[in-house]
T-cell receptor, first 116, second 112 residues
Framework: GAGVSQSPSNKVTEKGKDVELRCDPI?????LYWYRQSLGQGLEFLIY????????KSGLPSDRFSAERTGGSVSTLTIQRTQQEDSAVYLC??????????????FGPGTRLTVL | SQQGEEDPQALSIQEGENATMNCSYK?????LQWYRQNSGRGLVHLIL?????REKHSGRLRVTLDTSKKSSSLLITASRAADTASYFC????????????FGQGTRLTINP
């Protein structure tokens, strides 16, 4: 079956512009995560959606970042007024709900964002 | 501060040798997972070990967990060039529902 897909794979934008990054999770996965990874670094948690519950936005670095998940499936991460420090790979992951803690996450290929 | 800390940050070995990577964490966990990342893009899940388990095997991978020391190790036996990648540990926290907290990763290079 299809895995997690993300688009675009690469995005180059000018400082101050808005960008939208898309994630299409695996069908049936109710949990969806966004992470950011700067060059040579680990993954920084941004936001987490679980079913119809309110999203956990605790990782969003500023109010320029927002995300939504429509119909419990596709998610869009929006960065307004982009800054050069926003340049990174943005990774999306999805998972099935589990008891007893976080389960295996399935990652998309990521979107490499470059802000000039 | 970062929950997971991998050690070493980089490791270079000859093909056929064993590679050991370590992960330390700070708070109580439900489980600990290891992921591999090739070429800076998507991560692939390798193995999950629960807090009540001490050791787990999957093919050439062996993971240990010591909750008293808040540490885990990943052993890759008989390494191959294709094992060259970055390896991340991720902790599923007790307080944190379905979230994972990732470490900074170990960059493993297997030399032919």
């Amino acid at each position: 079956g299809a895995g997690v897909s993300q688009s675009p794979s690469n995005k180059v934008t000018e400082k101050g512009k808005d960008v939208e990054l898309r994630c299409d999770p695996i069908s049936g996965h109710t949990a969806l995560y966004w992470y950011r990874q700067s060059l040579g670094q680990g993954l920084e948690f941004l936001i987490y959606f679980q079913g119809n519950s309110a999203p956990d936005k605790s990782g969003l670095p500023s109010d320029r970042f927002s995300a939504e998940r429509t119909g419990g499936s596709v998610s869009t991460l929006t960065i307004q007024r982009t800054q050069q420090e926003d340049s990174a790979v943005y990774l999306c992951a999805s998972s099935l709900p589990t008891s007893g803690g976080a389960g295996e996450q399935f990652f998309g290929p990521g979107t490499r964002l470059t802000v000039l | 501060s970062q929950q997971g800390e991998e050690d070493p940050q980089a490791l270079s070995i000859q093909e056929g040798e064993n590679a050991t990577m370590n992960c330390s964490y700070k708070t109580s966990i439900n489980n600990l997972q290891w992921y591999r990342q090739n070429s800076g893009r998507g991560l692939v899940h390798l193995i999950l070990i629960r807090s009540n388990e001490r050791e787990k095997h999957s093919g050439r991978l062996r993971v240990t967990l010591d909750t008293s020391k808040k540490s885990s190790s990943l052993l890759i036996t008989a390494s191959r060039a294709a094992d060259t990648a970055s390896y991340f540990c991720a902790t599923g926290l007790i307080q944190g529902a379905q979230k994972l907290v990732f470490g900074q990763g170990t960059r493993l290079t297997i030399n032919p």
